[in-house]
């Protein structure tokens, strides 16, 4: 075991990384993708591929201080429930490229807040969807909710609906630290939430937290973790807060002196894997915890787990469309991001018969080789780089920059097999950094003086 200390880790490591739910990722979109190239890579899925649905909805009741997403408060039903006509036109849209009856597995709605969408216009959405689709038997339909704002009969609608799984955000249940982030939510309401949900048959459910938020300390994020593991979520996702207030004007609010620091990032993230593990939950990937049984754990230990734009899944489908404002879609030819606020979205949807796309980026046969080397590194925490290496491609340099994570104790490295350490796991992004091209020509060019994209930091 390496005896090098947390702070030297954190000297070394601490930069600003991308989360790699994708490769290349988001901040190589470009303009050079639009709505041409979008519909021309959805025409090219081939027909026996299946199909995964992703609803982005940027609405929400009330707007959280630390909340990095896109969104607004949309208040007027009427203009909830023409935003899911809109949803319903670009599905439309989709469709009329892909074909009808192609099979779905995965249907989700995110966002924001998705059960702002009216139970009319949901309900609509999912009668075109199971109408213009194969909707398997036992497909997971899953949507994000704010356990404060469940509306009057939306479990019971859900469950009828035939949705399986609901992701859920706390984040802390600490009285000071919710004051700071402007979101109050008692462990009451969570608890609440889950039985309603739960008592309408949706058995799946995913509880959001965070560490390095605003006046948390490792023991106040231990007891919200212990309180929140008593509710027995069969997955929880552990962010670590990414402090983006150049990009998110809300968190401007926050005082910087009131956030932890790298060093105490760290050792709340620790603690809650500490407490995690003590009430039965296993570790997966950079992010996520299940129980023994669930099915991410399962497809972990295959080494079938993937990771996309919504985190680590076990949705297999090579084609994952995005639809509604903001929304990106996972294709084999590569990644298209729609138009990001609603008002313009909507005049695009009404302007053209295309589809509202506004960047992306075309995926290479080297950025699928990379990106697929990122992804089972992200989520098998480990990777042969012997089976991505060809004569065409050799890791000379990356080998040669993971002897200091071998010396650091982060990594093993025993032949061309890279193990990260359980020391290593919060790490894991600095190892696939070590694969990105793109990022290492996007720093270039900043260092030509092109403004370079800013992420939140890995720590
Ligand atoms: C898109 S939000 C939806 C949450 C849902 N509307 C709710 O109110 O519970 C999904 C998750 O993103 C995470 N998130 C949002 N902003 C974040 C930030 N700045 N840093 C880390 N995680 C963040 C939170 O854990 C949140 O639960």
């Known amino acids: 075991?390496?005896?090098?200390?947390?702070?030297?880790?954190?000297?070394?490591?601490?930069?600003?990384?991308?989360?790699?739910?994708?490769?290349p990722t988001a901040a190589s979109f470009t303009e050079a993708v639009g709505s041409a190239q979008a519909e021309a890579w959805l025409k090219a899925v081939p027909e026996e591929q299946?199909?995964?649905?992703y609803f982005h909805v940027p609405f929400c009741d009330e707007l959280c201080r630390f909340c990095g997403c896109n969104t607004s408060v949309m208040r007027r039903d009427d203009?909830?429930?023409?935003?899911?006509?809109?949803?319903?036109?670009e599905l439309r849209r989709v469709v009329a490229l892909v074909g009808t009856q192609r099979l779905v597995r995965h249907v989700q709605f995110g966002g924001g807040t998705p059960s702002t969408l009216p139970a009319t216009a949901l309900r609509q959405i999912m009668r075109s969807v199971r109408g213009m689709f194969h909707v398997e038997h036992g497909a997971e339909l899953s949507m994000e909710l704010d356990p404060r704002h469940v509306p009057e009969g939306y479990p019971a609608l859900l469950g009828e609906?035939?949705?399986?799984?609901?992701?859920?955000?706390?984040?802390?249940?600490?009285?000071q630290v919710q004051e700071a982030c402007g979101r109050h939510q008692s462990f009451e309401q969570t608890q609440a939430c889950l039985s309603a949900m739960r008592g309408a048959g949706i058995s799946g459910v995913n509880i959001d937290l965070i560490y390095g938020l605003p006046y948390q300390t490792e023991d106040s994020v231990a007891e919200t973790v212990r309180q929140?593991?008593?509710?027995?979520?069969?997955?929880?996702?552990?962010?670590?807060?990414?402090?983006i207030p150049w990009k998110q004007k809300r968190q401007r609010l926050i005082p910087e002196a009131s956030l932890p620091g790298p060093a105490e990032r760290l050792a709340q993230r620790a603690r809650m894997d500490t407490v995690l593990k003590a009430e039965g939950y296993v570790a997966i990937g950079l992010d996520h915890y299940a129980l023994p049984n669930d099915a991410l754990v399962k497809a972990a230990a295959a080494g079938t787990l993937r990771r996309n734009f919504q985190g680590y899944t076990t949705d297999s489908a090579s084609a994952l469309i995005g639809m509604g404002a903001s929304a990106i879609s996972m294709l084999p030819g590569g990644y298209s991001q729609n138009i990001t606020t609603v008002a313009p979205y909507a005049r695009a949807l009404a302007d053209s018969e295309g589809l509202p796309v506004a960047r992306g980026v075309a995926r290479t046969p080297e950025d699928h080789l990379r990106g697929n080397l990122i992804e089972r590194l992200m989520c098998d925490m480990g990777v042969d780089l012997a089976q991505?290496?060809?004569?065409?491609?050799?890791?000379?340099?990356?080998?040669?920059?993971?002897?200091s994570f071998v010396e650091d104790g982060l990594i093993t490295l025993e032949g061309s097999k890279v193990q990260i350490t359980e020391r290593g796991r919060p790490f894991v992004r600095n190892v696939a950094a070590l694969f990105d091209t793109h990022r290492k020509a996007l720093a270039q060019a900043a260092g030509n003086g092109v403004e370079s994209p800013r992420f939140s930091r890995a720590i």
């Open 161 to 175: 609906l035939g949705f399986t799984r609901i992701s859920v955000g706390v984040q802390d249940l600490n009285e």
């Open 388 to 403: 991505f290496e060809s004569l065409n491609t050799v890791f000379t340099p990356e080998r040669e920059a993971l002897t």
């Open 50 to 53: 299946q199909l995964s649905l």
């Open 1 to 23: 075991m390496s005896a090098v200390s947390s702070s030297d880790l954190i000297t070394r490591y601490g930069g600003n990384l991308p989360r790699y739910t994708s490769y």
């Open 79 to 89: 203009g909830r429930a023409a935003y899911g006509d809109l949803l319903r036109e």
């Open 228 to 243: 929140i593991a008593s509710l027995r979520p069969d997955r929880l996702a552990v962010f670590g807060y990414a402090h």
